[in-house]
């Protein structure tokens, strides 16, 4: 079956450790992005890249890095410099006939 | 700045109908997505207006007013399964979505 894979489903990292979230589509969708969601707010975008090998900030890319070296993924790196990283992270790919974006089921990451 | 603007929380009744408004203030505009996201899931797509008007698609119908800023939601016969946050997006050009903060809906018996 097409979708989209986010693992793992929750995470638990020390203050200070980088980690690394892992986005992968079959949709062979050329746009992927990750957005952060904190309880009463909406989604923001974080990074986005159109094609491989190319990647945009989005709003509140401080303290995060990305890659898009195959079509396929889109893995997201929470670095030690972002000051409040624990959140629900959704990574989504669209095709560009549509713009309909389809979403992973999450990562919920918990810094202690 | 972008803004975009929905209720916090709405309650209705099983078999009633409700109207979830969202109003947006954007730099750009191609389109505008509801999607809806039951808790602690990933949020799936209901509908995409680009046009102004009705469009409806079964339970659901979204409407949008370019010249207004304003699109609304419209559930039908709503179910217990209906309860969910509903997330207004617009989609501003160049492959950025830009999401409001969601309504929550409640659905009581």
């Known amino acids: 079956d097409g979708g989209i894979t986010q693992s793992p489903k929750y995470l638990f990292r020390k203050e200070g450790q980088n980690v690394t979230l892992s986005c992968e589509q079959n949709l062979n969708h050329d746009a992927m992005y990750w957005y952060r969601q904190d309880p009463g707010q909406g989604l923001r975008l974080i990074y986005y890249s159109q094609i491989v090998n190319d990647f945009q900030k989005g709003d509140i890319a401080e303290g995060y890095s990305v890659s898009r070296e195959k079509k396929e993924s889109f893995p997201l790196t929470v670095t030690s410099a972002q000051k409040n990283p624990t959140a629900f992270y959704l990574c989504?790919?669209?095709?560009?006939?549509?713009?309909?974006?389809?979403f992973g089921q999450g990562t919920r990451l918990t810094v202690v | 700045g972008q803004n975009i603007d929905q209720p916090t929380e709405m309650t209705a009744t099983e078999g009633a109908i409700v109207q979830i408004n969202c109003t947006y203030q954007?730099?750009?505009?191609?389109?505008l997505f509801w999607y809806q996201q039951h808790a602690g899931e990933a949020p799936t797509f209901l509908s995409y207006n680009v046009l102004d008007g009705l469009e409806e698609k079964g339970r659901f119908s979204s409407f949008l007013s370019r010249s207004k800023g304003y699109s609304y939601l419209l559930l039908k016969e709503l179910q217990m399964k209906d309860s969910a946050s509903y997330l207004c997006?617009?989609?501003?050009?160049?492959?950025?979505?830009?999401f409001g903060a969601g309504t929550r809906l409640f659905v009581k018996a």
């Open positions: 954007t730099s750009g505009f191609n389109g």
């Open positions: 997006a617009v989609e501003t050009g160049g492959f950025k979505t830009i």
């Open positions: 989504a790919s669209s095709g560009t006939d549509y713009t309909e974006a389809f």
